[in-house]
């Protein structure tokens, strides 16, 4: 199975501000990352795919880049329903595998 | 608007059986693999089983295979988690989800989830 290796597992921020969030996979999955934010009493939400493509959707502020086993996902000038839990999945392979996560939080 | 709605979630003995639900709106459910994804309390996400849009075709971690089931009914576009030799640690949220056409293996809509817990 591939591992994916997530970090930080924590980040606090204020709006306005960008962070990036990084995704390393234990071998290549080409392009295939996809990033996904929870929040509480909401569905889970598709915000990349494909490694840098943007889910219909997805604000431009956020944004893919990688390819391989290194990924990062960056969200520029934070707003406030930014804040919540974000996973990264690859989806190149069975058994599709999750990071462990990264807690955003409002500094 | 799609929607994914699961239901039979609840409180099941070790060894017991359960069987989730998910009933899909607002799209043509036939036409999409399917998936059930799983959280554990305070844990990260985990993929539990994909089935093909015919259902001739399914997928299942090593957790769970021979032990869960999934299965769908297109006419009533429902999607189905048969869990059978339930143990604690499959104790979670159980999340169904769409994966896209156009993007394998990643889910593009999940349902709200189901909460199981396994406990005597």
């Known amino acids: 199975d591939v591992q994916m290796t997530q970090s930080p597992s924590n980040l606090a921020a204020s709006p306005g501000e960008s962070v990036s969030i990084n995704c390393k996979a234990s071998k290549s999955i080409s392009k295939y990352l996809a990033w996904y934010q929870q929040k509480p009493g909401k569905a889970n939400k598709l915000l990349i795919y494909s490694g840098s493509t943007l889910q219909s959707g997805t604000p431009s502020r956020f944004s893919g880049s990688g390819s391989g086993t290194d990924f990062t996902l960056t969200i520029r000038n934070l707003e406030p329903e930014d804040f919540g839990l974000y996973y990264c999945q690859q989806h190149n392979e069975y058994p599709p595998t999750f990071g462990s996560g990264t807690k955003l939080e409002i500094k | 608007e799609v929607q994914l709605v699961e239901s039979g979630g609840g409180l099941v003995q070790p060894g017991r059986s359960l069987k989730l639900s998910c009933a899909a709106s607002g799209f043509t459910f036939s036409n999409y693999y399917m998936a059930w994804v799983r959280q554990a309390p305070k844990k990260g996400l985990e993929w539990v089983a994909t089935?093909?849009?015919?259902?001739?075709?399914?997928y299942y971690p090593d957790s769970v295979k021979g032990r869960f089931t999934i299965s769908r009914d297109n006419a009533k576009s429902s999607l189905y988690l048969q869990m059978n030799s339930l143990k604690s640690e499959d104790t979670a949220t159980y999340y169904c989800?769409?994966?896209?056409?156009?993007?394998?293996?990643?889910?593009?809509?999940w349902g709200q989830g189901a909460s199981v817990t396994v406990s005597s």
């Open positions: 089935i093909s849009t015919s259902g001739s075709r399914t």
């Open positions: 989800a769409r994966h896209p056409i156009a993007a394998r293996l990643s889910m593009d809509a």
